[in-house]
């Protein structure tokens, strides 16, 4: 059974550094990983998707990277702003043969602290 | 602008009753997914359809219903049946018919927090 984590479970870092959040997942036959961004109270925004084949993806300052042997995955924000404060969880896909069902980590709240 | 509409933002209900849960989009989407979001724990699904008048039972669908008579919504109803109905319920959707389907994005709703006393 596919399990995900996500560590750590917060995070609290000065505005401008440059951080690093972490997810690993225990099955390595997934189609893709996706990382979303939730902020209180609401729904999740979709911020990069890294197909299987995929070692890494970029969209401004995030990069994201998959290293499915090891069963991990990161999440690199560069030159972090009080807004990029949520709650940032990873899901995987592609478990019990219907492709779009995810399987979510519980995510790493993270605070920038200007 | 395309999105997902999810109605109403809260809901009160008392033990005993049942509740429909809306969920809309006009995104053009095939696929359309109910999770369930309880603190300390991942999003769970729920149900999920991925075409019309389809639809298939998620990890926890005790005590829950769903139709999909129309593209556009997938209604959610938490039954009486549902032993711990209080949660933040969220609706997805994404595109579902190949070749798209195995890197389709999830779009979210905002959510529904039911809390049932």
């Known amino acids: 059974k596919q399990e995900v984590t996500q560590i750590p479970a917060a995070l609290s870092v000065p505005e401008g550094e440059n951080l690093v959040l972490n997810c690993s997942f225990t099955d390595s036959a997934i189609y893709n990983l996706q990382w979303f961004r939730q902020d209180p109270g609401k729904g999740l925004t979709s911020l990069l998707l890294?197909?299987?084949?995929?070692r890494e993806q970029t969209s401004g300052r995030l990069n994201a990277s998959l290293d499915k042997s090891s069963g991990r995955s990161t999440l690199y924000i560069a030159a972090s702003q009080p807004g990029d404060s949520a709650t940032y969880l990873c899901a995987v896909s592609g478990y019990g043969g219907a492709t779009n069902k995810l399987i979510f980590g519980t995510g790493t709240l993270l605070a920038v602290q200007p | 602008d395309g999105g997902i509409t999810q109605s109403p933002k809260y809901l009160f209900r008392k033990e005993g009753q049942n509740v429909t849960l809306s969920c809309e989009q006009n995104?053009?989407?095939?696929?359309m997914y109910w999770y369930r979001q309880d603190p300390g724990q991942g999003l769970r699904l729920i149900y999920y359809?991925?075409?019309?008048?389809?639809?298939q039972k998620g990890d926890i669908a005790e005590g829950y219903s769903v139709s999909r008579e129309k593209k556009e919504s997938f209604p959610l109803t938490v039954t009486s049946a549902q032993k711990n109905p209080t949660a933040f319920y969220l609706c997805?959707?994404?595109?579902?018919?190949?070749?798209?389907?195995?890197?389709?994005?999830?779009?979210f709703g905002n959510g529904t927090r039911l809390t049932v006393t």
């Open positions: 890294i197909q299987s084949s995929q």
């Open positions: 359809s991925q075409i019309v008048n389809d639809f």
């Open positions: 995104l053009n989407h095939d696929a």
């Open positions: 997805a959707s994404s595109i579902y018919m190949a070749p798209d389907r195995r890197n389709s994005p999830l779009h």
